[in-house]
């Protein structure tokens, strides 16, 4: 029978192989083999006049890659970030004070714009852990309605409270006032006035009303600081 040329061709670049034989016959005969490389990669180059690297060849190569590839280095423990121990060195801490707010009030569709003229009234605002209680102090000596409001974010230049328009699960007050708003209290070195922002509604009366406060902490010795 008449003899063919059989060629095979790695797609990649490898390897060239020309086959001769018989075509009934049983053994063919491997003419010769051209090795060529497509690329600058050391793991695609192959000598010329040889087939494919075998594959111990091919991992002893990638296990001095890695050995060469550099240590990735340990974490530094004094460089990492250490929350426990500073976190909270910035939090205001409890107290106890009275002070003179300037009242005015505003609608609820833009409750931080003040609409009337303002009024002039005591507070008592107390700081328990995470809970702030505002209470009007009225002309008679009595405690009227009080805002109850939720540390939210504490910042170097003050800390934020949200009012809580239901009270707390483990509180029972009959003087409670159902608002929705924001407080502020403005940071201050040792000896200066405490300065309270707030913005907020409620409709006890059945209509949404809203107000702004703007108070200062009264100073001498009948301020009530603790």
Not at 54 to 83: E, G
Not at 113 to 141: C, F, N
Not at 208 to 219: K, L, N, S
Request: glycine share 8%; charged share 25%; hydrophobic share 35%.
């Amino acid at each position: 029978m008449g003899y063919f040329r059989d060629e095979v061709f790695w797609r990649q670049g490898i390897a060239r192989l020309q086959f001769i034989g018989g075509l009934c016959g049983i053994v063919s005969t491997l003419s010769r083999v051209h090795a060529f490389s497509p690329g600058p990669s050391a793991l695609f180059r192959l000598p010329e006049g040889h087939g494919p690297r075998p594959r111990m060849d091919l991992d002893r190569i990638a296990n001095q890659l890695a050995a060469n590839r550099p240590s990735p280095k340990t974490a530094n423990p004094d460089q990492s970030l250490n929350l426990s121990r500073s976190a909270r060195d910035d939090v205001m801490a409890d107290f106890s004070i009275r002070m003179n707010n300037r009242l005015q009030f505003s609608n609820c569709e833009a409750p931080h714009i003040p609409t009337s003229k303002p009024h002039q009234e005591t507070l008592i605002v107390d700081l328990r852990g995470d809970l702030l209680t505002i209470t009007e102090r009225r002309a008679d000596g009595c405690s009227g309605s009080r805002i109850y409001a939720q540390r939210a974010i504490d910042l170097p230049e003050a800390t934020i409270f949200a009012i809580l328009p239901e009270l707390p699960s483990h509180v029972r007050d009959g003087s409670f006032f159902s608002a929705l708003g924001t407080v502020a209290i403005l940071a201050t070195r040792c000896g200066e006035q405490r300065r309270l922002r707030a913005v907020g509604t409620d409709k006890n009366s059945g209509q949404c009303h809203g107000w702004i406060f703007d108070a200062i902490e009264e100073a001498g010795p009948g301020s009530n600081r603790s």
